[in-house]
């Protein structure tokens, strides 16, 4: 059972374009949502985090929007570089006991043509 | 400044074999993370610790064991592995439950059951 559905599993844009990842949850107990950032042999990175009393958050290129009462939440990246070729994960995030626990979506394989 | 160290990078297991998958973490964190990563199913917590001397079950503790052997180190063991266990292991460390606390990863363990 996932809990936190992302998609599209992969996606490819041109140079310049906007990339955009969606997300569904279900647990309305989450607080804290994350989009994690992975490149090849690497281990996911924080690229951005949004806590849901609020419905957007911008940093640079990338954008989080946040949709409470459709239990959704979205990455849009902006001008999308070749250097933003990555896998992308949202989670969800219960904290319990001073840890945090995150659910992760399945990944998105972006590809960014130059 | 390592962050998350992760030992091996890589290790070939026979079925019924046992190993432990050692993590360090230097940023003075309290709470440490075991994940694994397999295709499609992004990562799923296995164990945490959320501070020194303490350990619970995340999504997928069935096979493992855990032990935190001090602020530092959080080792997983695979007592007798099985194919099943084929797979990207992430180990994190976070300082807590805040907000403004994300996960910092390892670059993982590729683990081959034969």
């Known amino acids: 059972q996932q809990q936190v559905k992302q998609s599209p599993q992969s996606l490819i844009v041109q140079k310049g374009g906007i990339s955009i990842i969606n997300c569904a949850y279900e647990?309305?107990?989450?607080?804290?949502f994350p989009w994690y950032q992975q490149f090849p042999g690497k281990g996911p990175a924080l690229l951005i985090a949004?806590?849901?009393?609020?419905s957007e958050k911008k940093e640079g290129r990338f954008t989080i929007s946040f949709n409470k009462s459709a239990k959704q939440f979205s990455l849009h990246i902006m001008d999308s570089q070749p250097g933003d070729s990555a896998t992308y994960f949202c989670?969800?995030?219960?904290?319990?006991?001073?840890?945090?626990?995150?659910?992760f979506g399945q990944g998105t394989r972006l590809t960014i043509n130059p | 400044n390592a962050g998350v160290t992760q030992t091996p990078k890589f290790q070939v297991l026979k079925t019924g074999q046992s190993m432990t998958l050692q993590c360090a973490q230097d940023?003075?964190?309290?709470?440490m993370y075991w994940y694994r990563q397999d295709p499609g199913m992004g990562l799923r917590l296995i164990y945490y610790?959320?501070?020194?001397?303490?350990?619970d079950k995340g999504e997928v503790p069935n096979g493992y064991n855990v032990s935190r052997l001090n602020k530092r180190e959080f080792s997983l063991r695979l007592e007798s592995a099985a194919p099943s266990q084929t797979s990207v292991y992430f180990c994190?460390?976070?300082?807590?439950?805040?907000?403004?606390?994300?996960?910092?990863f390892g670059n993982g363990t590729r683990l081959t059951v034969t």
């Open positions: 994190a460390s976070g300082q807590g439950q805040g907000y403004n606390s994300p996960l910092h």
């Open positions: 647990n309305t107990a989450f607080d804290y």
């Open positions: 949004i806590r849901p009393d609020v």
């Open positions: 989670a969800a995030s219960t904290r319990l006991q001073g840890a945090q626990k995150l659910v």
């Open positions: 940023m003075n964190h309290n709470s």
């Open positions: 610790s959320a501070s020194e001397g303490t350990t």
